[in-house]
């Protein structure tokens, strides 16, 4: 071998295991400053027959890791968790991965389109080649505050305003996916998110939501909206059995009220909470729904932390992914008011949830 000679480096992908449990950790011990899922979630995630976890090897070592989950009836494959060692960028470590995807995945039924959602803060959002392969579905805008480990008084004590949200089960929540309408309003892009999570508006992908442990709250408008609006009349819809006239509640509109989506998971850094807020708020109550709202999820938040048996000092802290069309301005309100704070550089580095999708077809780009 001559001297300018370098030695190829081999490239083998294979389907990740158990027992890739520490190479997987060893590619990046500080993914979101160490507030990574996989740490707590890994065993479980690849054993789940509704993902496939695979991982690059470089002359036998793990150099690269990413997954994918299968979502909407099988028209969709989610990107999860890709990460490559900072010693093996540029040998295409994650193209192999997505060719390997797309052999194992090409004679699977469904349109198999492929979905990404990832904060500002990795690196594929900034990448032009990223971008180009990638249609921008969406942004949600994030408002995160300081961590902490023990939540502001303000934000605990009771509130004597009358109840304008309530919790909703995830059988209920099953029951407004089918409310095409309430539907178009809540989420006009056609899904709803949850953490790094988006699903199509499909009743189906309700399973999938409930392997986070999601607690939603909506706004009463919404639900009584709903309500008025029973199943067999959004079905049939059109005439009252007994005048022959329209149904008032089949011409009634929606056009504010919010629905929240809040999961979290545990890490040997942070207990993490996000808050997926979808919706407009409703004109001239816009602080009271909005205070109304968080103050079910912070008690949610405690009550979680502290049935999770977390080490007094891991702090939690959450954040709120609101959609762009949503004033964050009252969010911040809110919050300072709770005696929340957000002067710490962790809180401020998220700015931004994207979510993408190229074609199946483009994972041999």
Known sequence: MGDSEVPQKKLEVRVATVDDYESVLDINR???GGADYIVTDYHDLVIDPDF???????DGEVGGFEGVCILDDGDTLMTR???VKDKFQGLGILRLIRKQIYQDFQSKPGKKRIRTCCTNLVRLVHSERFRKANRT????????VDSMHEMPAGALSPTEDAAIVSEVTLTHFSDLLDDKQLMNFLFPEGFFTCI???????RSNVRHLAKIS??????????EFSKRRTKPERQQGEMDNNTGSKNDAQ????????????????SPAMFLVSIDISGQPTAGEEK??????????????????DQGGFDPKIPFAFGAFLQDRIDSKPFEEVLTDLGFTRDHEFSKQFKGSYMFEQSFEQLLD
């Open 30 to 32: 500080n993914v979101y």
């Open 52 to 58: 496939r976890y695979y991982v690059c090897t470089v």
């Open 81 to 83: 968790s890709a990460r």
């Open 137 to 144: 579905l969406a942004v949600r805008n994030i408002f995160t």
């Open 196 to 202: 790094s999570w988006f699903y199509d508006t499909r």
């Open 214 to 223: 999601p607690y939603i709250v909506a706004s009463n408008k919404l639900l």
């Open 251 to 266: 011409d009634e509109e929606i056009d504010s009220g919010l629905i929240g989506i809040m999961a979290g998971y545990g």
């Open 288 to 305: 009271k729904e909005i205070e109304q709202m968080i103050r079910a999820f912070i008690r949610q938040i405690k009550v979680q932390y």
